[in-house]
């Protein structure tokens, strides 16, 4: 007898097909088995998630009902609670089931045939057999002796050992709330250790934002476990490896092999039958947000996959987010993370001789005296008043002369201006025009090193006119700067400082400084990041300038002065995040000062501004994270902004900027006229508003208008049966709407 199997596949995100799928099996499946179905023309992967009615009860006819074609072999049913996870995703986020599980395997599982997935397997499970063999000699070559990874175990600082007293002993979540260099990494390590030696087979999952701190944090933990774990305990997940290698370490982590899965946002899907801890380290970090197909956060997710598999998590950060911050305020006030403090850096306490040499080279107002014992150890924060500098001044006098006085020591410096390429616009003097982009509502960018004009938007592309393209005039001129123009004016101004003790037979004068850029730019070939920063490190370049690029995570040992050129826009933006944003990204940029013990008493950040007395530079200036944040939510609290109000976006992109409007304005009317009728939705609708539809901040992109209207609910719940309710609405007003491109719900958007 044939049994009905409900089978998940991937169909297209808005499709009339469900992704949900009753296909026939001669023999029952457990939920969970990867099986390939028929589907038109095709065979692709599925998930088989249930049992199915009969067809008669679902009104479909038994004999139009295909097949299963075959099951993968050798690989094991996913778990319920990775059932759970994805179906909760799909349901929070608004996308079909089928679409998030069959996005959340390795895309190998899809495109390769049953027989090449089970050769896979075979070669996989040999090399397992070969490594567990007992004769074989201790550890694989290349690896120090057995004992080095002990001895490499710092003793903890009573800050660290409290915090994982604390992670031992509650139940959690944990917000790590640690400034750079205060030891974070080394309490997850030790909460992986402790794992690991308590409970065999158990598995940890430490996600980080990006894809270049992988390696750093991999290193890290290889030299940790791969003694007693040995080297194929630790693997990698992220869209910079290959397919071939994604899919090793997703069935090292779902046969239980891999004990510890490091990656970015997407291994928050991986499949870990026994996992017992999560780590999101720097856990504000925006990368978490997807930002297409399912626009989950990896962070939110990695809260409920813990409480659903009674894992612990922990989320860690010098600038958690403020959502994270409030959900951590203290349990009597409402709280349901313990949040736990780590105030100092490393090595701090010895920062006695750094007050004698700080106070040498004093430039700017503040003296060291300013530092309070709570934030020793980090960067002097200093204010440059641009009101007082000359117009148009880029790099202020003082912040030269300091940086000279830092090179000559032989120390690094980081500069850093949000904008690439030389400059933002072109502009012609003689009739106005500007290098807007034809297809975008943007400016293109003008890069010098290969004279082109590329908007950053949708890559549109041309050489540089030699005259202005309206009227002939041939002075067209740079408006604004980037890194590449900031790269440029430092080379002049610091022309004549030469390197310390580079005097040679070559070089009878010195050699000239080294300048060094990095930003989406100069890292576009492969490899070129990895060469770049390992340039940084080695002490090869003097100044390195950069977009934030630069300011995330990197531990760059003898960078002791960081700048920050022109922060300011982002005081007065239109997104209440921004201000958010510029307070951990100055911390973080902070934080790569002074990484070296011997050199932080002495590392500085300078902030050029025109608004020198502004509470979040005030803030920034004693390194007071929980005073920035208590005044960040309680306007929030007042305007009932977020984590005071749950939020979800619909976008719209059509040919004309009306058409996506109409599509919106309509779901929008759709809400009084229909669902205010519906029986019972009184309760839900009274808690939601529904703002009309705005055109996007960037309006135009690659020739298609985009429109977008915001729903807001002091509730989350009431915001989640609202969206699932208001969905088919949505859905029903697509065929009305000629020239709609496509639409999408974002739920808790990071960007308005
Ligand atoms: P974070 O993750 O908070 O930036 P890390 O864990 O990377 O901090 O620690 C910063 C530096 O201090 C690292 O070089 C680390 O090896 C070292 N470190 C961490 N904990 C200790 C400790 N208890 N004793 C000595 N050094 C430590
Ligand atoms: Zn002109
Ligand atoms: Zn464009």
Redesign the pocket.
């Known amino acids: 007898m044939d049994t009905w199997l409900s089978i998940l596949v991937q169909t297209p995100a808005h499709a009339a097909l469900g992704s949900m799928l009753t296909y026939r099996s001669p023999q029952p499946l457990p939920p969970g088995t990867l099986v390939r179905v028929p589907l038109g023309q095709r065979e692709m992967l599925g998930i088989v998630w249930a049992d199915a009615a009969a067809p008669e009860q679902q009104a479909l006819q038994a004999d139009k009902i295909r097949s299963v074609v075959g099951t993968l072999e050798g690989i094991a049913p996913l778990s319920d609670h990775w059932r759970q996870l994805i179906q909760f995703c799909a349901q929070y986020y608004q996308r079909s089931a089928g679409e998030v599980a069959l996005a959340a395997l390795p895309p190998q599982l899809r495109d390769l045939s049953t027989v090449q997935i089970e050769r896979r397997l075979r070669r996989n499970q040999k090399q397992t057999q070969k490594r567990q063999q007992p004769a074989e000699p201790a550890p694989p070559s290349g690896l120090a002796a057995p004992n080095t990874a002990d001895a490499d175990r ?4 009573a800050a ?1 050992t409290a915090a994982l007293d604390a992670i031992q002993s509650q139940p959690g979540p944990f917000l790590l709330f ?1 400034a ?7 309490v997850y390590l030790r909460a992986v250790q402790t794992l690991l030696e308590r409970t065999p087979q158990a598995q940890a999952l430490v996600m980080v934002p990006e894809i270049n701190l992988t390696p750093q944090l991999e290193a890290r933990f290889l030299a940790r476990f791969a003694h007693h774990h040995g080297p194929h305990a630790v693997v990698s997940m992220h869209s910079g490896m290959t397919a071939a290698q994604r899919l090793n370490s997703w069935l090292a982590a779902h046969c239980g092999e891999a004990r510890i899965v490091l990656g970015t946002r997407m291994a928050v899907f991986a499949s870990l039958p026994r996992l017992q801890l999560i780590v999101v380290d720097e856990e504000h970090d925006p990368s978490y947000k997807s930002s297409e197909g399912a626009r989950y956060s990896a962070r939110d997710l990695a809260i409920y996959r813990a409480r659903l598999e009674g894992a612990k998590v922990i989320l860690g950060s010098a600038t958690p987010s403020l959502e994270s911050w409030h959900h951590s305020r203290p349990a009597d006030q409402g709280g349901r993370y313990l949040r736990l403090h780590m105030d100092q850096r ?1 090595g701090a306490a010895t920062d006695g001789v750094g007050h004698t040499i700080q106070a040498t080279h004093a430039t700017a107002t503040a003296t060291n005296s300013a530092r309070s014992p709570a934030y020793q150890g980090l960067p002097l924060v200093r204010r440059v008043d641009m009101n007082n500098q000359p117009r148009n001044t880029v790099i202020s006098a003082p912040l030269l002369q300091a940086m000279r006085e830092r090179v000559a020591r032989g120390e690094q410096c980081m500069v850093f201006l949000n904008r690439r390429g030389y400059a933002p616009v072109l502009h012609c003097a003689a009739c106005g025009w500007k290098s807007e982009c034809p297809h975008c509502s943007a400016f293109r960018v003008f890069h010098k090193f290969d004279r082109t004009l590329r908007c950053h938007h949708c890559g549109f592309t041309e050489r540089v006119m030699p005259a202005c393209p309206t009227c002939g005039n041939p002075d067209i001129a740079p408006l604004g700067r980037g890194t590449e123009q900031l790269e440029e004016h430092l080379g002049e101004l610091l022309a004549d400082v030469r390197r310390p003790h580079s005097v040679s037979a070559e070089a009878p004068q010195g050699e000239p400084l080294r300048i060094a850029r990095i930003d989406a730019d100069s890292t576009r070939a492969k490899g070129a990041l990895t060469s770049q920063l390992a340039a940084v490190h080695s002490g090869e370049v003097d100044i390195l300038v950069g977009t934030q690029m630069i300011a995330k995570g990197h531990d760059f040992r003898r960078i002791t002065l960081v700048a920050a050129i022109n922060p300011d826009n982002a005081l007065f933006a239109s997104d209440f995040r921004a201000p958010e944003r510029l307070f951990s990204l100055l911390m973080q940029a902070a934080g790569r000062s002074g990484r070296d013990a011997t050199l932080s008493a002495n590392s500085e950040v300078w902030i050029q501004t025109f608004q020198p007395a502004h509470p979040l530079y005030a803030a920034l200036k004693v390194h007071d994270y929980p005073r920035f944040a208590e005044e960040q939510l309680r306007q929030r609290a007042q305007a009932g902004m977020p984590p005071f109000s749950a939020q979800a976006l619909v976008r719209a992109e059509a040919r004309t900027q009306e058409v996506a409007q109409q599509f919106l304005e309509m779901a929008r009317a759709a809400v009084a006229s229909d669902m205010a009728h519906w029986p019972g939705w009184d309760a839900v609708l009274q808690h939601i508003t529904v703002y009309p539809a705005v055109p996007m901040s960037m309006q135009r992109i690659a020739n298609v208008e985009r429109a977008q209207m915001l729903v807001e609910s002091p509730s989350r719940a009431a915001l989640q049966q609202f969206l699932q309710g208001w969905h088919s609405l949505l859905h029903a007003t697509r065929p009305a709407c000629k020239g709609l491109i496509r639409w999408a719900v974002d739920v808790d958007p990071l960007a308005i």
């Open positions: 710092p003793d903890l600082t660290q640690g750079t260099g205060s030891g974070k990494t080394e490393i």
